[in-house]
């Protein structure tokens, strides 16, 4: 662990300037928890981290998860109470992080150390962990972040941007290398998910109302979602191809464009969800596929943690 100090006076010749923190919000200790085993981080990215971190006039601690130790150096940094506790990670750790420190936690930046990266991309506007870092601390704000909770009576997981049920969950991987210029990539998530299409519809109650069915379930944020104005609760759209041939017309608007337009999908605000299924529930939640009981349910948690971003978050990942 390596700590920066005393960077506020004036840099001798040949040494880099202190760079101004953001006005936004009180930054003296900065925690930096970085998985050097992580999709896009790499074995040098925590003494990048350091040098960068160096920089600016705050306290910073820069720390490598190690496997097996993940909770407890999470946990420690937690009871640390840095007022920003950055995370280089996969979506998976950075989501876990966010959840344990809670509304009322440090604030937490999740940095792009992922696959998808959907919440870092939506927070900050870039894949580039450096760049993001950066932007957190010279032009960011404290932010009540919004998600879901999922919950099938074993597994609970929190989103902050989409969740997908059902067969065509696996069309968000088709979707992600279509935008990334995967082209062959795309084509064999997309064949996969295809393959899958009408091995059994959901049911799902939105609000307590009357029970539908649906071949999936998306249920996104209003931080990305493109319909949503306001934080009210969670976007559900629910998709209902009749056959084959529109279903592969619907994985196509997946893919390729805004799914909504598809006359297949119908929208609307929901805060609370059950699904059901005969068996198991497919599922997305921010990138990482999930296997779920046949009874899930979702809630909406209308201030879920605090990030450290710009005003107003980048959102380059809507849906």
């Not at 099938?152 to 941007?161: I, L, V, W």
């Not at 998530?189 to 091995?199: D, E, I, P, Y």
Request: charged share 25%; hydrophobic share 45%.
């Amino acid at each position: 662990m390596a700590k920066v100090e005393d960077m506020a006076a004036p840099a001798p010749d040949g040494v880099a300037e202190t760079h101004a923190l953001t006005p936004h919000a009180a930054i003296s200790r900065v925690i930096m928890l970085v998985n050097p085993l992580s999709g896009s981080v790499g074995p040098r990215a925590a003494d990048e981290a350091e040098a960068i971190l160096a920089e600016y006039g705050c306290e910073a601690s820069v720390v490598a998860l190690e496997g097996g130790q993940f909770d407890d150096q999470i946990n420690k940094a937690l009871e640390a109470d840095p007022d920003v506790l950055f995370v280089l990670a996969g979506d998976g750790t950075a989501g876990t992080i966010a959840s344990r420190a809670g509304p009322d936690g440090p604030l937490v930046a999740p940095l792009p150390g992922g696959t998808m990266n959907m919440l870092p991309k939506a927070l900050y506007g870039t894949a580039d962990w450096k760049l993001a870092l950066r932007r957190a601390l010279e032009e960011g704000a404290p932010q009540a972040v919004a998600g879901g909770e999922v919950t099938d009576g074993e597994f609970t997981q929190s989103f902050y941007c989409a969740a997908i049920f059902g067969s065509p969950a696996l069309w968000a991987p088709a979707r992600e290398a279509m935008r990334t210029g995967k082209l062959k990539l795309a084509l064999t998530h997309a064949r996969r998910a295809f393959k899958r299409a009408f091995s059994g519809r959901l049911r799902f109650a939105l609000d307590g109302s009357k029970e539908r069915r649906a071949e999936a379930l998306v249920l996104i944020s209003p931080m990305i979602s493109r319909a949503m104005e306001e934080n009210t609760g969670l976007e559900a759209a629910a998709m209902n191809p009749s056959d084959a041939m529109e279903a592969f017309r619907l994985a196509a608007h997946a893919v390729m464009d805004d799914w909504r337009q598809d006359p297949a999908v119908t929208t609307r605000a929901t805060q609370k969800v059950v699904l059901r299924a005969r068996s198991k529930i497919p599922a997305v939640i921010d990138g990482e596929p999930v296997q779920l009981h046949h009874e899930t349910k979702v809630r909406f948690v209308r201030k879920a943690f605090r990030a450290l971003a710009p005003v107003p978050p980048a959102a380059e990942d809507s849906v």
